[in-house]
């Protein structure tokens, strides 16, 4: 099996596409001439749903919002696919996309289609061909950075992109928002008296951004993959469905969240993705100074971002968890979601010493 079979599954039985309504679809609407199709789902991912689509020879990727309610704005496959059809100019990690379909009718959701890109995605193991010195892991790391700095130093107006989102107010927003999902999505009420002083708290401290930039707004590890030559580049980034433009440090933060290092209590390995069995990596403090030094920007708030970020992916976690308990979603990756949901609220009131 080679890195690319790793990453693809048998479609999931709740999650199978209409094959049928799909050929027609790509035949009469696209005006593509081929004698097969087949489907195959790739594995990683917690959220949208992902698909490797081969039509006679040729290899695309189709991407799809989750199965269940979802809250409103979120996995806007119309948005991904503006975005991915315009950043590749200037950004070529962003895969290009190449169709948009807006019919719920053709297999149950909007989906879109999107070039392929071969290379492995890091997980929650590293692929044996890793070089696992410190000098390596710490090289890759920093590659991740140079990653996140290259895209909010392109110009949205020069990739068709100045119109996206809107900058104004938009940590406030994001923050607001983000409680709306949350109150919605359970009712925990041992959670809720540390959620409700973290949210006042993060309300009454609200930073100014010092820049607008491009968001990829779930920028992490494991959205990105690499090439497997000998000296393993980046390929691809994935995942462009919340992306917009506002505070760079929203960025940081999210990946911060994601992150581990040396100096981590053993409940950081219930939130990262990341592998953990050798914690060669670059501490927090190293990876914000490397960004700031790479884009100029102060990061002397990063702890609002930081604790916004873990508030944030808590949220995010709580929405699946809650499509899991109603039996929305089968996926029994998600059966743990609570113990991580608890340890990143947790987290997010230790930066600001809250009891």
Same mark, same amino acid.
């Given at each position: ?21 799909? =050929? ?60 991915? =059809? ?5 950004? =070529? ?16 959701s909007t989906f879109h289609i999107i070039e392929r890109r071969n290379g492995f995605v890091i997980r929650k193991k590293m692929e044996p061909f890793i070089k696992q010195t410190k000098e ?84 992490k590890l494991d959205n990105i993959m690499w090439s497997n030559a000998e000296e393993i580049t980046p390929v691809a980034v994935f995942d462009w469905d919340m992306c917009t433009r506002g ?44 960004? =700031? ?58 930066v600001f010493n809250l009891t």
């Amino acid at each position: 099996m080679n890195l690319i079979d790793k990453e693809l599954i048998e479609i999931r039985q709740d999650e199978q596409l209409n094959l049928n309504n799909l =050929s027609t679809y790509l035949k009469d609407t696209l005006n593509m001439q081929f004698k097969n199709i087949e489907t195959l789902q790739f594995s990683g991912g917690h959220a949208n749903l992902t698909y490797l689509l081969k039509v006679d020879e040729t290899e695309y990727v189709l991407r799809r919002p989750p199965l269940g309610p979802i809250a409103p704005s979120s996995h806007d496959m119309f948005r991904e696919h503006t975005v991915q =059809s315009k950043i590749n100019t200037m950004f =070529s990690l962003a895969p290009k996309s190449l169709y948009f379909c807006g019919d719920e009718s053709v297999i149950g959701s909007t989906f879109h289609i999107i070039e392929r890109r071969n290379g492995f995605v890091i997980r929650k193991k590293m692929e044996p061909f890793i070089k696992q010195t410190k000098e390596n892991v710490r090289k890759l790391s920093f590659r991740i950075i140079d990653v996140l700095a290259d895209l909010h130093k392109i110009n949205p107006e020069l990739v068709g992109l100045g119109n996206l989102g809107r900058p104004e107010g938009f940590v406030k927003r994001q923050l607001d928002g983000w409680e709306v999902r949350w109150k919605k999505s359970t009712d925990n009420k041992i959670l809720k008296p540390k959620f409700d002083k973290l949210i006042n708290y993060l309300r009454s401290t609200l930073p100014e951004p010092q820049a607008t930039t491009i968001l990829h707004n779930d920028f992490k590890l494991d959205n990105i993959m690499w090439s497997n030559a000998e000296e393993i580049t980046p390929v691809a980034v994935f995942d462009w469905d919340m992306c917009t433009r506002g505070d760079p440090l929203m960025d940081v933060g999210h990946m911060l969240n994601y992150w581990i290092d040396e100096n981590d209590h053993e409940e950081c390995k219930n939130i990262t993705s990341m592998p953990t069995d050798k914690i060669y990596y670059p501490t927090r403090t190293e990876m914000i100074d490397y960004y =700031s030094q790479k884009t100029g920007f102060n990061l002397q708030n990063i702890s609002w971002y930081y604790a916004f970020g873990a508030f944030k992916l808590a949220v995010i976690l709580q929405q699946i968890f809650f499509r899991f308990q109603k039996g929305q979603t089968k996926d029994k990756r998600f059966a743990n979601f609570g113990t991580r949901i608890d340890a990143l609220i947790h987290r997010a009131n230790n930066v600001f010493n809250l009891t």
